[in-house]
Nanobody, 121 residues
Framework: VQLQASGGGLVQAGDSFTLSCTAS????????MGWFRQRPGEGRIFVAA????????YYRESVQGRFTVSRDNAKNTVDLQMTDLKPEDTARYYC???????????????WGQGTQVTVSS
């Protein structure tokens, strides 16, 4: 599985922004795809994920209600729609996929290259 993320850039607090990830291969279709983020000096943390088969979605608490993860079966893409962005959302965002469905222990096998999102106050 190869993952290619697009989007990323500089936005202002309160703005909306969408990241997109295109997947090649089909191994992830039994599992889930999602997004992680990483700030300088910190570890990579879970943001959102969607189980590919049934579309069940999962979010970290700090983005619940502001971010929406969605998948497109025909295009093999997973988007992360971000609204009401805050400076603390500034991070490098990574698309990820795994053969297993999401769980609290989910740590994907496949990763994209990451894309930077910077939110100015």
């Amino acid at each position: 599985v190869q993952l290619q993320a697009s989007g990323g850039g500089l936005v202002q607090a309160g703005d909306s922004f969408t990241l997109s990830c295109t997947a090649s291969g089909r191994a992830y279709r039994s599992g889930a795809m999602g997004w992680f983020r990483q700030r300088p000096g910190e570890g990579r943390i879970f943001v959102a994920a969607v189980n590919w088969k049934d579309g069940t979605k999962y979010y970290r608490e700090s983005v619940q209600g502001r971010f929406t993860v969605s998948r497109d079966n025909a295009k093999n893409t997973v988007d992360l729609q971000m609204t009401d962005l805050k400076p603390e959302d500034t991070a490098r965002y990574y698309c990820a996929a795994d053969r297993t469905m999401y769980s609290s222990y989910w740590y994907p096998e496949y990763w994209g290259q990451g894309t930077q999102v910077t939110v100015s106050s």
